[in-house]
């Protein structure tokens, strides 16, 4: 049985049709095992024998739609990938906090990966690295100053387009964390 973490784009928690039990029920009536929620933010980890990634992630972002409207994207990636991608340490010496985010942003597809990494495309941000194995960029995103948005979010949807997704670094420390039980 493997163990992957679905990571949800477009999840509203205040959007009722959104809530866990609800994404959960879904997985479950897909005949997934041991489906959990990890935060509020379309999470959702699992286990399953199948093994081709591409036709989970399609099989459930089609019962997504068709049983709560929820259109937003799936990306999945395995309990190894990701454990993996936190072994890596990459972002040494630095912590997740109020004025320093840390970040995961996942593709999709990997044949959008860069061959190498881009510029830096907002003076708030700054991109530490991308993760092959788990097609994830990885940045440090100040928000210590009040008033200033990064448009890192927005450069990320206008050159990888819409099948991407962020996760904070703990975020992805806790979804992990559950995998592992």
């Known amino acids: 049985m493997n163990s992957y973490a679905a990571l949800l784009r477009g999840i509203a928690p205040s959007n009722p049709n959104m809530s866990n039990a609800k994404l959960r029920?879904?997985?479950?009536?897909?005949g997934f095992e041991g489906v959990a929620s990890?935060?509020?933010?379309?999470n959702i980890v699992f286990?399953?024998?199948?093994?081709?990634?591409?036709?989970?992630?399609?099989?459930?972002q089609q019962a997504l739609i068709r049983e709560l409207g929820i259109g937003g994207g799936t990306i999945i990636?395995?309990?190894?990938?990701?454990?993996?991608l936190l072994d890596?340490?990459?972002?040494?010496?630095?912590?997740?906090?109020r004025g320093t985010y840390l970040i995961a942003t996942f593709l999709k597809d990997a044949a959008k990966a860069p061959p190498v990494l881009p510029?830096?495309?907002?003076?708030?941000?700054?991109?530490?690295?991308?993760?092959?194995?788990?097609?994830?960029?990885?940045?440090?995103i100040d928000n210590s100053e009040q008033g200033k948005t990064p448009n890192f979010m927005a450069w990320l949807d206008k050159?990888?387009?819409?099948?991407?997704?962020?996760?904070?670094?703990?975020t992805v420390e806790r979804i992990v964390k559950k995998l592992a039980t």
């Open 25 to 30: 029920a879904v997985f479950e009536k897909l």
């Open 38 to 42: 990890v935060l509020a933010s379309g």
């Open 47 to 60: 286990r399953s024998a199948d093994t081709d990634v591409a036709a989970l992630e399609e099989r459930i």
């Open 77 to 84: 990636r395995s309990y190894g990938e990701l454990r993996a």
């Open 88 to 97: 890596a340490d990459p972002f040494p010496g630095l912590t997740h906090g």
């Open 119 to 140: 510029d830096q495309p907002d003076p708030l941000t700054r991109i530490v690295g991308y993760d092959k194995a788990a097609r994830a960029f990885l940045a440090v």
């Open 159 to 170: 050159t990888y387009g819409k099948d991407i997704t962020t996760r904070t670094w703990l």
